[in-house]
């Protein structure tokens, strides 16, 4: 990697201070650094400051009460994935967190981290690949080997969205705090990612000069259950083939809400409405389920190696409705 | 005539003894190359080409020379050679620190013409691909064709015929402890070398021929190795290279290969990929097999397969070519051509089965000429319950679908001369087995702990063994072809028997009785024909004083055997929606002669069945057409099996004889082919490409549908 200036993160405002004005890249935060690190000694990135964040205080914290959770930034992922509040009214979070990467990792990969990783396209990850998301001419993914991309939202950049915690999390309905130099704001974590379409270059809306501090998540419903299902080809660690990460509110066998979104096939959580109306209001069974799962896909545009995405995703679908019912 | 006796008569040989290195290894006690740190040790690092296929127009150091901290920077390509795969060696550099060995060599500019390059085999097969050999016309080898018997006749002889084509991608070895090595010299003439070897000798041979030094001025020690599978044989580019570095700057250097270039210069197995034509008779005989097939071992040749395998075909033609890339060559890997072609030929086996309304053991069982393996598809069959297995493939209901199969290997691994070996009584009553061969993982040190301890009645632990070392100057064969055990045991053997006859020839007159009558047993000499007349080991060797015995060994072709059979059944079970295939359980019925040591020869039983399970489900090197380059030369999309994916594994030691041979390398042989069986059996669908992940099974799931 090249070399850097280390600081110690002291307050938000010390943070947002040495952000402003830097643009990408120039100064980045550091928290667990579980893949900021792989991408400085891949010479992916090259800041010239890391602003150690681990230094805040009590941007760990994880609370959780009538009003909902309130999950600090700096929460590891072991965190989330143990708390018996979450495992036990928000279990497609701890679910999501269990099934991140492995053990080691988990234990020092953070929250904030994990919802702002950056791609592993392989493309992207090696530093001598020009491709369009480092303001290159071309996806190199369009004509080369694509099994990891995306079949939703693509164009032009078919990176997927490597992240476990975030559909689980917008799934929940979660929003996130975010402090920049004019303060701090809230906003719905659905609403934070962005598609290439809109930034090619970025994943999200955060700004350069700005830190994500909480995601706060809005209380159980009753009757709700909720699961993540992840699909890989091997056990650990391994970035999802497809995710979906449901939340389901239930009178029986009967969908009284749906909440379903897919990572793993978009530059971005997916929320799939399709799906959600497919099951919304119904008795939930075989074909009801089947359906769900066909019509969250039936806008799926597979490149060259990943059209098995398209009916991973489905099953992953109407397995995860039926698991509903029982 | 030497023999190792009866199994009655072996108090160690034979039995299950826990590995001597072992809680060193799992403690991090255990020094392997990498842990080596010298007084004074730089840092060595290899820049290396990032295009594929290029013209070197120039090279200047000189920046790279003036970085603070940079001790020696050397040119490995000239002006005008050419670059011809990622990972091509360019230049070298020594520093104070790996971080400024890392930053030098970014300081070195390299000025390349890129020429257009082929990565895939299909590129290089295409009719308009640029040539990238010289010497071949195209970019594929002479044929090599072998014709047997009559295949037209044969073929007319048949009731079923399949027609199919299977494919093996390239696998690397992914060694965990990559390449590389610690270089010291002790002055101009004296060079030593902490090397992750296979073969301490074959290194310092050609390490000395490289230095112009005669041989034994260069001493060469792995005391313990991360793993070869193949790879490890000579210094390599990055050996020679660190002992150059070493010489320039007067101090010691390390220089260990990069996980990626470990998987890009470090060796691969090649892929393979073959179109067969085969047919039976309707009383189930093998009778025609025409097979097509070529295999890419990157930019050299090499990519040889085992077709068809382990069964008898009376008439067959076969016809393969070598395909080259712009990739780093191949090595041997672990049974080399081997699993891959088992893997086709079982996989074939299983269809034409299927034609003939036969069981596909019984189909075997015809065409097997190996009584050894019939006595082991009995064995194994029953271990894994083999009539619980799907009649109709694909049979199971439910989403998560069971099935089996059956797999087979064949391997050498008799051993051969070239070791020397010393056995050593000291007056302490301490012993001492000293040889050149070395410990790469398979547990030869406590094999020859367990010989000496057997032949002086002492506990393994009692005998101190040195091996990975070439400084004693007793040679002994590189660790390849399975034949370190049977190279290496018989010549400790004799040697620890020179030694006791010695030890008795000193103590017989003490005893009063013919030497021929002294037998040890339980730290005590004693005399066989009056059991009243005994010494305590100690006592004994006591009396040796200053002239301590050293014997040496002598090769005998009596202790070992070659040729080894071996057969798995593999149960697995596939979830239909996501395509995931999990394997239940393994049973490797692996002939091994005699095995010294039960516990570490299951273990390599259990390591060459995990490898198996890897490239049947998992590994698979992805080059870019358009960059040139490989996609996962790393370990997070170059996926090894891990603790999830290990099944349960039943390892049979199947003893056949009580001579040496070596299983080193076939226990991954019959693995793949048993677990794509398996997955037939299970869902009904073939897939006749490896690695078998969730995309092929649900493109095969999904084509049966339509
Ligand atoms: C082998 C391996 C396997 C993995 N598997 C998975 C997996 O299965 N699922 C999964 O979801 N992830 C996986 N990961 C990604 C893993 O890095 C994340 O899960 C982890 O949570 C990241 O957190 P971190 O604190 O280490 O992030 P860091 O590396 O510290 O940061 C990541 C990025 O986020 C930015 N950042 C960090 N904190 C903040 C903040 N508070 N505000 C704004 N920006 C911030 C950093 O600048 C950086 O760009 C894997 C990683 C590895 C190396
Ligand atoms: S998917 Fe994105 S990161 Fe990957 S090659 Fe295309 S543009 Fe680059």
């Known amino acids: ?326 | 005539m030497a023999s190792w006796g009866e199994a009655s008569e072996s108090r160690l040989i034979g039995k299950r003894i826990p590995r001597l290195s072992g809680r060193d290894k799992v403690t991090g006690k255990a020094k392997y190359t990498f842990d080596i740190n010298r007084p004074g040790m730089l840092y060595g690092r290899i820049l290396r080409s990032e295009i594929a296929h290029a013209n070197v127009v120039g090279v200047d150091l000189s920046e790279a020379e003036a970085l603070p901290g940079v001790k020696a920077v050397i040119q490995i390509v000239e002006v005008g050679n050419k670059i011809r795969y990622q990972g091509q060696e360019i230049a070298a550099v020594a520093a104070e620190t790996d971080d400024i060995a890392k930053d030098a060599i970014r300081l070195i500019h390299v000025d390349l013409e890129e020429l257009p390059h082929v990565v895939t085999e299909a590129d290089a097969m295409a009719e308009d691909a640029p040539q990238i050999r010289d010497d071949w016309a195209g970019n594929q080898s002479n044929p090599n064709v072998r014709e047997e018997g009559d295949l037209e006749g044969g073929f007319a002889q048949a009731a079923v015929e399949v027609e199919a084509t299977y494919h093996a991608p390239v696998q690397t070895h992914v060694c965990l402890e990559t390449h590389g090595n610690v270089a010291e010299w002790e002055d101009e003439q004296n060079l030593t070398v902490w090397a992750s070897t296979q073969g301490v000798f074959g290194v310092r041979n050609d390490l000395a021929g490289s230095f112009n030094l005669p041989a034994n001025q260069v001493r060469v020690i792995t005391e313990h190795m991360g793993g070869g599978f193949g790879s490890k044989f000579g210094p390599g580019v990055e050996g020679r290279r660190v002992a150059e570095l070493a010489r320039i700057t007067g101090r010691p250097v390390k220089l260990m290969l990069t996980r990626k270039a470990e998987h890009l210069v470090a060796g691969n197995r090649p892929s393979m990929t073959q179109h067969v034509r085969a047919g039976a008779t309707g009383d189930g005989r093998l009778i025609a097999y025409d097979m097509k097939g070529h295999g890419t071992g990157g930019i050299s040749s090499g990519a040889g397969f085992q077709a068809p395998y382990v069964y008898d075909v009376p008439n067959l033609r076969t016809e393969r070519v070598n395909v080259a890339v712009n990739v780093g060559n191949q090595r041997a890997m672990r049974a080399p051509g081997h699993p891959q072609g088992a893997f086709a030929m079982d996989s074939l086996m299983d269809e034409l089965a299927e034609k003939l309304g036969m069981n596909p053991l019984e189909f075997r069982r015809i065409n097997d000429p190996s009584e050894v393996r019939q006595a082991q598809y009995t064995l194994g069959a029953q271990e894994i319950g083999w009539h619980r297995r799907n009649s109709v493939p694909g049979a199971g209901t439910g989403v998560k679908k069971r099935g089996m199969g059956v797999g087979s290997g064949q391997w050498g691994g008799g051993g051969g001369r070239g070791t020397q070996a010393r056995v050593t009584i000291n007056s302490d009553g301490t012993v001492e087995a000293v040889t050149g061969t070395q410990d790469i993982g398979t547990g030869i040190r406590t094999a020859i702990a367990i010989i000496v301890a057997e032949e002086f009645g002492l506990a393994p632990t009692d005998i101190m063994v040195t091996v990975g070392d070439s400084g004693p100057g007793l040679p002994s064969g590189g660790s390849g072809g399975s034949q370190t055990t049977a190279s290496v045991a018989p010549v400790i053997k004799t040697a620890a028997a020179a030694a006791k006859q010695k030890l008795f020839e000193r103590i017989a007159p003490q005893l009063n009785a013919p030497v021929g009558d002294l037998r040890v047993g339980n730290r005590t000499i004693y005399v066989v024909s009056d059991r009243t007349k005994t010494i305590k080991w100690e006592l004994a060797t006591g009396q040796l004083g200053m002239d301590s015995i050293s014997e040496g060994g002598e090769w005998d072709e009596e202790l070992r055997q070659g040729g080894v059979a071996g057969t798995q059944f593999a149960e697995v079970e596939v979830d239909t929606e996501i395509g995931e295939v999990r394997v239940i359980k393994i049973v490797a019925v692996q002939d091994c002669g005699l095995a010294i040591n039960r516990l570490t020869t299951e273990s390599q039983i259990n390591g060459g069945v995990i490898m198996g399970l890897g490239q049947a489900l998992l590994e698979e090197r992805l080059m870019d057409a358009l960059t040139g380059r490989m996609l996962n030369a790393n370990l997070e999309d170059y996926k090894v099996p891990g603790t999830f994916e290990i099944p349960e594994i039943k390892s049979i030691v199947f003893d056949t004889h009580r001579k040496v041979t070596g299983i080193g390398e076939p226990p991954c042989i019959p693995t793949p082919g048993a677990i794509a069986n398996a997955v037939y059996n299970a869902i009904g669908v073939r897939v006749r490409e490896l690695p078998i992940t969730p995309d092929k099974i649900l493109t095969a799931l999904a084509e049966k549908k339509a």
């Open chain 1, 1 to 326: 990697m090249e070399k850097f200036s280390y600081v110690n993160a002291t307050s938000l405002e010390q943070v947002t201070a040495l952000l402003s004005d830097s643009g990408w890249g120039e100064v980045m935060l550091i928290a667990g650094g579980t893949d900021l690190l792989a991408e400085l000694k891949e010479y992916v990135e090259t800041p010239k400051t890391l602003i150690n964040l681990k230094t805040l205080p009590g941007m760990d914290a994880i609370e959780a009460d009538a009003s909902g959770l309130k999950i600090g930034a700096l929460a590891t992922v072991a965190d989330i994935a143990r708390h018996p509040t979450i495992q036990q009214h928000y279990t497609v979070l701890a679910q999501a967190a269990g099934s991140v990467a492995t053990p080691q990792i988990r234990n020092v990969g953070t929250l904030g981290g994990n919802l702002c990783q950056r791609p592993r396209c392989w493309y992207y990850r090696d530093e001598n690949t020009h491709c369009l998301k480092k303001g290159g001419d071309i996806c190199y993914a369009v004509d080369g080997l694509s099994k990891y991309h995306a079949i939703l939202g693509g164009d032009p950049v078919y990176i997927v969205h490597p992240s476990d915690l975030a559909p689980a999390l917008i799934a929940l309905g979660a929003s996130l705090k975010i402090v920049g130099p004019e303060g701090e704001k809230t906003m719905s974590l659905e609403e934070f990612f962005t598609l290439p379409a809109a930034n090619p270059f970025r994943e999200n809306v955060l700004e350069p000069n700005e830190i994500v501090v909480e995601v706060q998540v809005p209380p159980a419903k009753p009757n709700s259950k909720s699961f993540y299902l992840k699909a890989r080809e091997k056990g650990a660690p391994d970035f999802a083939l497809a995710s979906v990460a449901a939340v389901f509110e239930m009178d029986g066998k009967t969908c009284k809400s749906a909440s379903v979104v897919l990572g793993g096939v978009a530059p971005a959580p997916w929320r799939s409405k399709e799906a959600e109306a497919a099951l919304t209001g119904k008795m939930v069974d075989d074909t009801v389920s089947k359906q769900a799962g066909a019509d969250a896909v039936k806008d799926a545009q597979p490149l060259n190696d990943n059209a098995y995405k398209v009916t991973l995703t489905q099953n992953l679908i109407s397995r995860a409705a039926m698991m509903a019912t029982s």
